[in-house]
T-cell receptor, first 113, second 115 residues
């Protein structure tokens, strides 16, 4: 069955430091992969997506993610954290039926001043 | 409209009460999805419509949950005889395409609290 695993339910970094949020997926079909961000009391906003082609994907707010098939990973990075990046981040994958997206359990990112 | 609109934003229901949650997707979007997000968890798929057809309802947790999209635009998620375990944020999303390949646009959700 399709699944998405996010390593670390909570990540804390200092302002200006590298952000690395980890995601691994399992898929029996070519994966379509996504990162979403959720601010308190809001819906989910798409940060970036991998469909086909270039494995390094750039998104909004300076985030990027790299699809590594050999590692079944799609980790999210940002070179320099900003206070406004504090939020919940969800990795997701298209399900095998292509009719739905399956989400990981989320990683809460905190930024220390 | 410009985005996916959900109403009400907050709903408090007494246990056993029926509730109806509304989703107004982006105009022209073919596909509509409902998700349930429990506190501290990722969204869990409930059901999917393509136009007015409900193509996948495998995530509905019980027969107390019912969704409809009669004219292929606005959708309603109905929960009968609410239970405390139904307390969650219910998210609606839509997409122009008929698949999930390119991601969704989400609404802000309805937070349901059953007391």
């Amino acid at each position: 069955a399709q699944s998405v695993t996010q390593l670390g339910s909570h990540v804390s970094v200092s302002e200006g430091a590298l952000v690395l949020l980890r995601c691994n997926y399992s898929s029996s079909v070519p994966p379509y992969l996504f990162w979403y961000v959720q601010y308190p009391n809001q819906g989910l906003q798409l940060l970036l997506k991998y469909t086909t082609g270039a494995t390094l994907v750039k998104g909004i707010n300076g985030f990027e993610a790299e699809f590594k098939k050999s590692e079944t990973s799609f980790h999210l990075t940002k070179p320099s954290a900003h206070m406004s990046d504090a939020a919940e981040y969800f990795c997701a994958s298209r399900g095998s039926s292509a009719s739905k997206i399956i989400f990981g359990s989320g990683t809460r990112l905190s930024i220390r001043p | 409209g410009a985005g996916v609109s959900q109403s009400p934003r907050y709903k408090v229901a007494k246990r056993g009460q029926d509730v109806a949650l509304r989703c107004d997707p982006i105009s022209g979007h073919v596909s509509l999805f409902w998700y349930q997000q429990a506190l501290g968890q990722g969204p869990e798929f409930l059901t999917y419509f393509q136009n007015e057809a409900q193509l996948d309802k495998s995530g509905l947790p019980s027969d107390r949950f019912f969704a409809e999209r009669p004219e292929g635009s606005v959708s309603t998620l109905k929960i009968q005889r609410t239970q405390q375990e139904d307390s969650a944020v219910y998210l609606c999303a839509s997409t122009r395409e008929g698949t999930s390949n390119y991601g969704y646009t989400f609404g802000s959700g309805t937070r349901l609290t059953v007391v």
